[in-house]
DNA sequence: TTTAAAATATGATATTTGTCATCCTTTAGT
DNA sequence: ACTAAAGGATGACAAATATCATATTTTAAA
């Protein structure tokens, strides 16, 4: 079993406010496993009894709609936990998580997060500041869905991957969704999705080679997202 | 000036946690005063000094979209706590607080607020469950101005003014909202939310008297919220 | 490798929603 | 009470978006 004190996410996450002897605690009761893509890491309305760790990957966090629509809420990588909400709330899930790539993945029991909420007061602050994080950016992503078209959103949506996942050698953006997920995150049907994808492409803003997008005129793509 | 411990609406937030003795000191330090119908507590991008206690009416959290228009995020009635993302965070506030009636609130240093957090885990235990309660409403209310029409939305936001808010004697929505406010909360252009609420009333589903709406097929409106 | 299934693409069309113009009604200030 | 300004209502039309049909390409399984 890996030990928690040299794994590198590690600092990205509210786990950086513990210490060696809490390190050591944590690394006796996580549970490593991989994740492979396409797999669910838990379901909507799941009570879960821990949180997760992302060591490496990327998952969405859905919701099923009444329509009977999927959306994707938000993209979480490596260095992120989740279920936290879940947790503090004493609530199942209000979100599914579903592997967008083979992950590697660590699982914390509820008893052992507990622990540390009580012990370590910087711990419970970090944890909080993700949350109140998490707030502001659901809010965000809320009041662009009210009152931005889906053109401006699809363009908001392609440079928000570039700049969260970045870019392979041949500059294509390296998180590869299918039309299907980009049409869930921004809100719309997956037609409507694909033709404009067509119409940015004839365009000349992006290019596109199968599940490759390029990015080809950032200037103009920030101009529409606004 | 009021003494918090005989204050009511104390009971609904995270304040509840607090002892007799943190409530005098609480008494000692707060800031009592009224705010009248449209006016602003604060502004997007104001930093707060403190959190704000409410003791009654009701206010909107605003954000101006690029677009010119303001969306409101959520409404927020007597016993909540506004500012507290924003404290947490030390951000910025990310939304802006108006007055929808004529409200009572108390103001409450940072100092204070954070002496509470480091002295009573409940406190922040509590609080940290309202910023969480929070983020899944903003995350249920993100799903649906993704996933369902105008008309969708806004027989669910009528729902919820009935529930949130409650009736009066002659069975008429209590808060009262301009058309524009409710086109802002379910993100469409304020013709499109008269037409439809014309069209709501001629379907005899809700009955229209000036400002006064009042509800009279919930079962209908419920399947078309769905 | 072959083949079925899934994903992508595109046209035609319907529906939803937004915009602009105009008129009516209510509200607030003098 | 009068009047201007704001809010509300409605028609006509335009634009955005969804839906349905179908063709093509890619992917994954036998």
Redesign the pocket.
Known sequence: MGKCDQCIVREFSALKALNKDELVKLADCKTSYTVKKGDIIFEEGDTLDGIFCIKDGVCKLTKLSSNGKDQIVKLVTKGELLGQRSLISEEPANLGAVALEDMQVCFVPKSQVMEFFNVNNKFSLNMMKNVCHDLKEADNVLVNLAQK???ERLAATLLYLHDAFGINEDESLKIQL???EISSII??????C??L??DFNKNGWIE?N??KIILKDKKELRKLAE
Chains 1, 2 share one sequence.
């Open positions: 078209s889906v053109k299918s039309r299907d809100g719309t049907a997956t037609e409507s694909i033709r994808l067509s596109l199968g599940k």
